[in-house]
């Protein structure tokens, strides 16, 4: 299993970003998936999972701006998000569990700042 996350950068405040997480091993429609993020000497947070059946869900600090999706044929995960804080800078991951295994992306920059 690989999950390659994309799409990170240098955003001001209120800007956007998309995130992507291609995954090969794995079939993203079959597969809880979720996304997780780390701020600089903070531990790794929760942010969004998108089920099986499709349904979101998303920490509270996010709800409302940011939107978990999934494109079944291009076996890919994103993270839309808007109205970006400067506190949403951290590393963003992308992860899935298959039991016993746990597989993580390498993960990718979201810096906020003005």
């Known amino acids: 299993v690989q999950l390659v996350e994309s799409g990170g950068g240098l955003v001001h405040p209120g800007e956007s970003l998309r995130l992507s997480c291609v995954a090969s091993g794995i079939d993203v429609s079959t597969s809880w998936m979720y996304w997780y993020r780390q701020a600089p000497g903070k531990g790794r947070e929760y942010v969004a999972e998108?089920?099986?059946?499709?349904?979101?869900h998303y920490a509270d600090s996010v709800k409302g701006r940011f939107t978990i999706s999934r494109d079944n044929a291009q076996n890919t995960l994103y993270l839309r998000m808007d109205n970006l804080h400067p506190d949403d800078t951290a590393v963003y991951y992308c992860?899935?569990?298959?039991?016993?295994?746990?597989?993580w992306g390498q993960g990718t920059q979201v810096t906020v700042s003005s």
């Open positions: 998108i089920t099986t059946a499709g349904s979101p």
């Open positions: 992860n899935t569990v298959d039991q016993p295994a746990d597989y």
